[in-house]
Structures are given as structure tokens and as C-alpha cells.
């Protein structure tokens, strides 16, 4: 019996350094208001792929666009601290 080896190195090779950082999980949990909001609004949508929309549909798009520019804002008004003469 043969045994087949790999002749070249390991393209991504396993290393510690692989796993987030606790500052990337932290961006990652800041973002996810606007994340969940995105895939709401993406689930409305692929609905709408195979059918008319319907009044309820249409107020269900509109409901988790307003998801999204909200999270959209809140994200932009966390990362963008106001001067201290404005605030």
C-alpha cells in the first residue's frame, strides 16, 4: 500500500494566532444591532423572491429598513464622539 503525502506546506497552517482577538470580538458585538438588523431586512427581501408582495409585506420591508438606518445611526453616533462645544 502507497501512502499518499503532500509535497507542498500547508497553505493556512493551525497557529494560536488564528482565533479573534477580544478587540475584534468587541468590534464584532458593537456591530451586531446593525448585523441582525441587515439580515432582517435580507430575510424580508428573499421572501418577496417567489411571490407578490402584499400589504404586509411591504410594511415589513419598510419596518426593517427603519431597523437598519436606526442601527446605521446609532453605530455612526457611538464610533464618532461629539466635540465638547457641541455636546
Known amino acids: 500500500m ?5 509535497l507542498q506546506k500547508v497553505v493556512t497552517p493551525w497557529a494560536d494566532g488564528l482565533e479573534p ?4 470580538l ?9 448585523i441582525s438588523a441587515e439580515v432582517e431586512l ?13 400589504e404586509f409585506d411591504g410594511r415589513r420591508i419598510r ?6 438606518l436606526a442601527a446605521r445611526r446609532d453605530a455612526a453616533n457611538k464610533s464618532c464622539p461629539l466635540p465638547p462645544a457641541v455636546a
Not at 468587541?26 to 446593525?34: G, K, R, S, V, Y
Open 2 to 6: 502507497k501512502h499518499i503525502a503532500a
Open 42 to 54: 435580507l430575510d424580508a427581501l428573499i421572501v418577496l423572491l417567489d411571490r407578490p408582495a402584499s
Open 21 to 24: 482577538s477580544d478587540a475584534e
Open 26 to 34: 468587541d468590534a464584532i458585538e458593537a456591530e451586531m444591532p446593525l
Open 63 to 68: 419596518r426593517a429598513h427603519r431597523r437598519v
